[in-house]
């Protein structure tokens, strides 16, 4: 069975331009997260979706974060314009839904670099 | 609010000593307990998890982990460590039941010397 795929691997841009990062989670997982992991920090959840309903956002800055999940499978994180402090890793993670088993699964990450 | 505390950014031992990272937690409730493993440039790998049941937590590659209600902890455990253990572990928790966010603690390096 194929894992949570993410890409691209790394990137690096200058800051204020765009960037984006791409998910595709286990099959079957219906619920996907989108995580920001700090050097030396654990992960911090940025956004929850259930299907394509984003149902926790809370934490994500939406001045200059976006994501979508248009037909419920893969998700795309945007981030316009990127800040040096944007620098991290972005991990991607599924599972199944609540009451179902929701162990999630991580995928292999992006790392950003904003220069 | 839950949180996560691994109070040793490092741990450090000789090859077949056993191994134990530490962690405790606060949490409303009763709590559903992870351990990931991360190598470098790697995603987070899943160990093992507790919901209920038996406090000791039987998973992947040997370890496993002591579920401490009282003292609530969650220490990872392996018997006799492998160099190939050396990588970056997270502890995490999240109330059984209400909020579905997955507090991680800040990490454990854990380095086995040959």
């Known amino acids: 069975e194929a894992g949570v795929v993410q890409s691209p691997r790394y990137k690096i841009i200058e800051k204020k331009q765009p960037v984006a990062f791409w998910c595709n989670p286990i099959s079957g997982h219906n619920t996907l997260y989108w995580y920001l992991q700090n050097l030396g920090q654990g992960p911090e959840l940025l956004i929850r979706y259930e299907n394509e309903e984003a149902v926790d956002d809370s934490q994500l800055p939406k001045d200059r974060f976006s994501a979508e999940r248009l037909k419920g499978v893969d998700s795309t994180l945007k981030i316009q314009p990127a800040e040096l402090g944007d620098s991290a890793v972005y991990l991607c993670?599924?599972?199944?839904?609540?009451?179902?088993?929701?162990?999630?699964?991580f995928g292999p990450g992006t790392r950003l670099l904003v220069l | 609010a839950q949180s996560v505390a691994q109070p040793e950014d490092q741990v450090n031992v000789a090859e077949g000593n056993p191994l134990t990272v530490k962690c405790t937690y606060s949490?409303?409730?009763?709590?559903?307990l992870f351990w990931y493993v991360q190598y470098p440039n790697r995603g987070l790998q899943f160990l093992l998890k507790y919901i209920t049941g038996d406090n000791l937590v039987k998973g992947s590659y040997g370890f496993e982990a002591e579920f401490n209600k009282s003292q609530t902890s969650f220490h990872l455990k392996k018997p006799s460590a492998l160099v190939s253990d050396s990588a970056l572990y997270f502890c995490?928790?999240?109330?059984?039941?209400?909020?579905?966010?997955?507090?991680f603690g800040a990490g454990t390096t854990v380095t086995v010397r040959a």
């Open positions: 949490v409303s409730g009763n709590p559903y």
């Open positions: 993670a599924s599972s199944f839904p609540r009451g179902h088993g929701e162990t999630q699964y």
């Open positions: 995490a928790v999240r109330p059984l039941i209400g909020d579905y966010k997955l507090s």
